[in-house]
């Protein structure tokens, strides 16, 4: 039996950001860069749905990962369900749902799941089984929302700072406690002249002249989305080493088992984007 530290892969598999997701960490994996194994692959979509998740499928297959498909659009079209509003509580068919999932899962023991392009929110069941990671396009702290959400936010924050973080996935979207995160400066370099072309401008302006073609808009996003990656693969090498663990109650602690408000991968993640934007 294997003792590498094992992490479970829930995925919708929708194209190619969430390939590129799965390719690295197996890169990671194979160079030795990280001393783990992806025990299996969850995908709430099942081969058939849309070519691109019949490509991520066909990725999973390539790397030998156990596979576990579980289409949640037809167990919602089968109880004859709208999508739920995520502003209430999920129904109960919704948490039947992931029940139904957790028995396919049963013979799997993962020391920490990935949330890595996956499209449905954590029922309490779900969240109760597992330690869950997943991944914020803003700081500890930052703005909620959609990366695009955040960048606007940003903009008309005129922000100094972004980031992006991974956190303990609880019920309530994007609330839970921050695992590890990043930082960079917005404030600097090419930066300030990207202030300058939108100053006195408001946002709901740049949004219906420009959107999100807006050169600032688009910086931003550059430099947050090159650190999405590496974030992730940073974060399941500390996991993996012990560096921090996620307790019982949900909270982030370091190996000493103190309680910590993130672990800053900021210098980390700078090293591994260097040259490349």
């Given at each position: ?203 709901a302006e740049i949004k219906g002249g420009e959107g999100v073609e807006n050169r600032l808009f688009k910086t ?58």
């Amino acid at each position: 039996m294997s003792n590498k530290y094992k992490i479970g892969w829930f995925s919708t598999g929708r194209g190619e950001g969430s390939k590129g997701l799965l390719r690295a960490t197996h890169q990671a994996i194979k160079s030795g860069e990280l001393d783990a194994e992806i025990e299996f692959v969850y995908c709430s979509r099942e081969r058939g749905e849309t070519e691109a998740t019949d490509r991520y499928l066909d990725m999973v297959k390539e790397y030998g990962i156990p596979l576990v498909s579980y289409s949640y659009q037809k167990y919602r079209k089968m109880k004859g369900m709208p999508g739920p509003d995520l502003s209430q509580s999920l129904p109960q068919w919704r948490i039947d749902y992931d029940k139904e999932v957790l028995k396919l899962l049963k013979d799997f023991k993962p020391d920490l799941v990935l949330l890595a392009g996956f499209m449905l929110v954590s029922t309490p069941v779900m969240c109760d089984r597992y330690e869950i990671i997943n991944l914020h396009p803003a700081a500890p702290g930052g703005p909620a929302g959609t990366w695009q959400q955040v960048i606007w936010k940003l903009i008309e924050d005129k922000a100094d700072t972004q980031g992006i973080k991974m956190h303990v996935a609880i019920p309530e979207l994007d609330m839970g406690p921050t695992a590890t995160y990043c930082t960079f400066l917005i404030r600097s370099g090419t930066f300030d002249k990207l202030w300058e072309e939108i100053k006195g401008k408001k946002v709901a302006e740049i949004k219906g002249g420009e959107g999100v073609e807006n050169r600032l808009f688009k910086t931003i996003r550059e430099h947050g989305a090159i650190r999405e990656v590496p974030l992730i693969i940073k974060t399941l090498k500390v996991f993996s080493e012990g560096k921090i663990k996620i307790t019982k109650d949900r909270q982030v602690v370091d190996a000493a088992g103190r309680v910590i408000k993130g672990y800053d991968l900021s210098k980390e993640i700078d090293e591994a984007v260097r040259g490349k934007i």
